[in-house]
Each structure stands twice: as structure tokens, then as C-alpha cells.
């Protein structure tokens, strides 16, 4: 039987250099095949996950012999953490691993949605010349606002202030005089949420999923937000109100969104079918914080962390 199980994909490098000591399944399907996951895990001292499975139930019940939890990522919302802890079995984020690759997917995101112009190849090809059509916006000049002022929205602040915005920022559990709100590129200002969503040129959502920020950017949030704003939420579905932002992009209040994240993962055609021929939106399945170069940095810090638990060092 393994003794590390692997369910999802990480960098098989990563595997062969901290994990060669163990025997180790690494089957990055096992995340669609639950009953071949549990069967796995019924002498397995660790898991390697990264969102899709769910570590809770029944499989949780499964591994009964379950020493530790990697995590190949930040979020912790498909772990169920009280179990682990009642347990005593071990949870390791790979935190900050990814950070300035979600960092970029936003402010890369933010620019493509102001810009507006990306979208013109075909018709451009064809003989068009949209120009007057195709004017939009520069980012210089405009308000960030960060729902949430962790470390990946550290990093998104710093590019962002590069570029010639304002940060703006709310977080209730970032002291006032934490050093963070001073960043190297400028100061970022502390809002309450109602008055960061009403006066953010750009919003951007760096919140986990909790029972206080389930349906946080709802119908009343959006239409708080000015008009033509851009919203951009690749932190976890189920903060945004997935119906009411289609409706609003499609009467033309918001400038444009993209989501990387959804209240359903995978989004399937019946979940999709809300966003069918929404004007400027972007959707992206659950990638801004995987790049080529994070997932060698994620898989390694995972596996390691992994690792130095089973050692017991």
C-alpha cells in the first residue's frame, strides 16, 4: 500500500526529488474516481491535494491511518479542518508559493478588460478597422480595491502601484498599524467594504470562503459599484453572486469581469449556461495561481512540507 497519495497534478520533479523515500501514488485522476481514492488511502500516512478533492466524509474515514495533508495551494475550504484537528492530522498550505502568479493574473486581467481592444483579431483580419469602437482605458490613474489584504493582495498592490494606480484595501483582521498598509510603492488606504466597492475603478477579490463572505458581491454590492467598473474575483466562487453579475454586465452598469473561480468547480454547461453571451467577461478555470514556474514552486514546498512531517524533523 502507498504511503503518500497523490490525487491531483503537482510537478513530478518535485515528486522524485522530496518524496523518493516513500512509497508514493501519484494519480492525478483520483480526484474523479472517489472510490479509487479511498481505496488507496485505507493505509496511506499522507494525502497530496490541491482543491478539487474534497478531504472530508467519507474519505476522511477511509484514510484511517492519515498523518498529514498538502496542499497544493493556499485555500483551505475543501478540508475539513476541524476533523483534521480532532484527528491530529497535519494541513500544509503551500503559502505564498503562488502568490505573484495570481498577482499577475489579476493585474494582467485588469488591463485586458480596460483595454478592450484584444478581442479584434478576426474582424481586423477580415478588413475592419474598429479603431473609434476599440478606445478604452489605461490602467494609470485608476483605483485598485482589494477585498482582502493578505499576501497575494500584497502582491497585487506592489504591480499595481508600478503601473500608476491608486490601492485602496479593506481587511478587519489587518491591524491598523500593521506595516503592511505602508507598501514600497506607496501607501495603501484603508476603506470600510462599502465605500472600497463604491470608489474602485478595479475590484479584486482576495477573500476565503466563509459563511461572511458567501454572497458578499451581490446584487446591491454590484450596483454600489461605479459605473464601468471591472470585477475580478480569483480568490473563491461563491463570494460573487454568479447570476446578478451576468445580469449586470449585460445591462452595461460593469465595465467587465473575469472569474477564475465558481460556485461549481468544474463549471458544467448547466452551471455555465448563466454566463452564455455575456458582454466583457472573462472566464478561466481556476488557473490564475498556476503557472509552469508555481506549480514547481507549489509541488515543492508541498512535497517537502509533506515530507519533514513524515521524517518527524
Known amino acids: 500500500m502507498p504511503k503518500v497519495v497523490i490525487s491531483e497534478f503537482m510537478d513530478e520533479a518535485a515528486i522524485a526529488t522530496e518524496l523518493a523515500d516513500f512509497d508514493t501514488l501519484y494519480d492525478p485522476g483520483l480526484v474523479d474516481r472517489p472510490e479509487a481514492l ?34 497544493l495551494g ?10 483534521c484537528r480532532a484527528r491530529g ?35 481586423v483580419a477580415a478588413g475592419a478597422w474598429p479603431r473609434n469602437a476599440l478606445m478604452g482605458r489605461e ?19 506592489r504591480r499595481a502601484a508600478a503601473l500608476g494606480m491608486t490601492v485602496a484595501a479593506h481587511d478587519p483582521f489587518v491591524a491598523p498599524d500593521d506595516p503592511a498598509w505602508t507598501s514600497p510603492c506607496g501607501p495603501v488606504q484603508t476603506l470600510e467594504l462599502d465605500a472600497l466597492v463604491a470608489r ?20 446591491g454590492a454590484l450596483a454600489r459599484m461605479p459605473k464601468g467598473a471591472v470585477l475580478i474575483n480569483a480568490a473563491r466562487g461563491g463570494i460573487v453572486d454568479e447570476a446578478a453579475l451576468a445580469a449586470s454586465l449585460r445591462a452595461g452598469h460593469l465595465g467587465g469581469a473575469a472569474l477564475d473561480v465558481f460556485e461549481r468547480e468544474p463549471l458544467d454547461a448547466e452551471a455555465g449556461a448563466v454566463f452564455a453571451d455575456v458582454p466583457n467577461l472573462i472566464l478561466t ?3 490564475a495561481g498556476v ?23
Open 38 to 71: 479511498e481505496a488507496a488511502l485505507a493505509g496511506a500516512e499522507a494525502l497530496i491535494v490541491r482543491n478539487r478533492t474534497q478531504v472530508r466524509g467519507a474519505l476522511l474515514a477511509a484514510a484511517r491511518n492519515l498523518k498529514v495533508v498538502g496542499r
Open 74 to 83: 493556499v485555500g483551505l475550504d475543501n478540508i475539513d479542518m476541524v476533523a
Open 89 to 123: 492530522i497535519a494541513v500544509y498550505p503551500a503559502t505564498g508559493a503562488n502568490d505573484g502568479a495570481v498577482a499577475e493574473y489579476v493585474v494582467a486581467t485588469a488591463m485586458l478588460l480596460l483595454r478592450g481592444a484584444y478581442g479584434a483579431t478576426a474582424r
Open 139 to 157: 490602467i494609470g490613474g485608476k483605483r485598485l480595491g482589494l477585498v482582502g489584504f493578505g499576501s497575494i493582495a500584497r502582491e497585487t498592490a
Open 200 to 219: 474602485s475603478d478595479v475590484l479584486s477579490l482576495h477573500v476565503p470562503l466563509t459563511d461572511r463572505t458567501r454572497g458578499l458581491i451581490d446584487t
Open 285 to 287: 478555470p481556476h488557473i
Open 291 to 313: 503557472t509552469r514556474e508555481s506549480n514547481v514552486r507549489v509541488s515543492a514546498v508541498t512535497a517537502r512540507a509533506v515530507r519533514h512531517h513524515l521524517a518527524g524533523c
